[in-house]
Structure formats: structure tokens, C-alpha cells
Nanobody, 128 residues
Framework: QVQLVESGGGLVQAGGSLRLSCAAS????????MGWFRQAPGKEREFVAS????????YYADTVKGRFTISKDNAKNTLYLQMNSLKPEDTAVYYC?????????????????????WGQGTQVTVSS
């Protein structure tokens, strides 16, 4: 079973940037789609971005489109989320997840049910 470990979270001022990393163990990283989700206090976990196994299909939530960039390095078994122009409403615990699929549509990518492995999360706090 794959293990996912996020890092890179922290406290940043509005307008700043952070880069999250998700280190994965196991051979399935390169053959599975991966996603980032976030969860703010009192809210449900929500989709942020996803990337298919070959990087061909990338999806973003409307709230982060144009500000966040998802990427993956199969050689390093690492998933990234570059977050620019951060806003206070981006404050949340960010989770990476491995999909049970190698490729999928946006509707499936946005569903937590499409993912079978999750990291422990990393806190991102954006101050105004």
C-alpha cells in the first residue's frame, strides 16, 4: 500500500507563495492519477487540483485556477502544488491523495471517493 507524506505548509501573508510536496512510497505512483484536496475548519474536504498518470489531463477547482499549479515528478515519486497569490480563504489543511484510476474525468477527479490513499495533511495559513 502506498504511503503519502505532505510537507511545505506554513504561515504566509496574503499574496505570498508556498510549494507543497507529497512524497509517495511504492511503485503505483507513476501509474495513478493524483490529487490535492483541502479542508478548512467546519467545512467538508474539497477538491483543489488533480493530475493524471502521464500528466496529460490536469484539473483545477475554479477557486484556485490561475494561481495554483499541480505537477509530478515520477522519478522522485513526488507530487507538488505550487500556490501563488495566496488568499486568506486558502487557509486549510491540504491533503494529497492517490486515485484508484490512472485517468479520469473532472467529475470523478473532484470526488473523494475516487481516491484510495491519503496523506496526513499539512496546514496552510494565509494571514490578511
Amino acid at each position: 500500500q502506498v504511503q503519502l507524506v505532505e510537507s511545505g505548509g506554513g504561515l504566509v501573508q496574503a499574496g505570498g507563495s508556498l510549494r507543497l510536496s507529497c512524497a509517495a512510497s511504492g511503485r503505483t505512483f507513476s501509474s495513478n492519477a493524483m490529487g490535492w484536496f483541502r479542508q478548512a475548519p467546519g467545512k467538508e474536504r474539497e477538491f483543489v487540483a488533480s493530475i493524471t498518470w502521464n500528466g496529460r489531463n490536469i484539473y483545477y477547482a475554479d477557486t484556485v485556477k490561475g494561481r495554483f499549479t499541480i505537477s509530478k515528478d515520477n522519478a522522485k515519486n513526488t507530487l507538488y502544488l505550487q500556490m501563488n497569490s495566496l488568499k486568506p480563504e486558502d487557509t486549510a489543511v491540504y491533503y494529497c491523495a492517490k486515485a484508484a484510476y490512472s485517468d479520469y474525468t473532472l467529475s470523478l477527479a473532484k470526488s473523494v471517493k475516487a481516491y484510495d490513499s491519503w496523506g496526513q495533511g499539512t496546514q496552510v495559513t494565509v494571514s490578511s
